[in-house]
């Protein structure tokens, strides 16, 4: 089993001098150029393309049915499956609101079994993403060694 494993930014949004709601540009998330192209085995694998704003979002670990999309601007999702069962998928979400500093407030989130573990940092400058992010890695690795875990 690998671990899931998700960092962004809490708030994103636009600055008051933005008048306008902020969009996402076309060919902007990493996977939709492949997305467009369409699927290289018929019947066997296929894209879906998405910006509806109240889609749920991709990584749910706790299966919540409900699709809160407060405060959503902008939205794009694509997954990715296979017939096999398998797939992959990747999600942006524009939320309106403030920017706090330069640096933001950072998140990563990580599932394993039937661990979720989450590691924040606020306001903590440059090094911040690589330290929450090599927390969750270590935890990723650690959480296997409780009972009933990953197993």
């Known amino acids: 089993m690998t671990a899931a494993l998700a960092i962004g930014s809490l708030l994103a949004g636009t600055s008051p ?4 709601a902020p969009r996402i540009p076309r060919n902007f998330l990493l996977t939709e150029p492949a997305a467009v192209k369409g699927p290289v085995v018929e019947d066997e694998e296929w894209w879906e393309m998405s910006d509806s704003l109240s889609r749920q979002l991709e990584f749910n ?7 809160p999309h407060e ?5 794009r999702t ?18 309106r609101g403030r920017r706090l ?10 599932r394993r079994g039937a661990a979720l573990f989450l590691y924040t940092a606020n306001a903590r400058g440059g090094g911040a993403k690589k330290e929450i ?11 296997c060694g409780l009972p009933g875990v990953c197993g």
């Open 17 to 20: 001098a933005h008048a306008t």
């Open 61 to 67: 670990p706790c299966r919540s049915k409900g699709k």
């Open 71 to 75: 405060g959503r601007v902008a939205m």
């Open 78 to 95: 694509i997954t990715y499956s296979t017939s096999a069962p398998s797939g992959t998928s990747e999600q942006l979400v524009l939320y």
């Open 101 to 110: 500093s330069q640096s933001d407030d950072l998140a990563v989130i990580g």
């Open 133 to 143: 992010t090599g927390q969750a890695r270590k935890m990723a690795k650690k959480v």
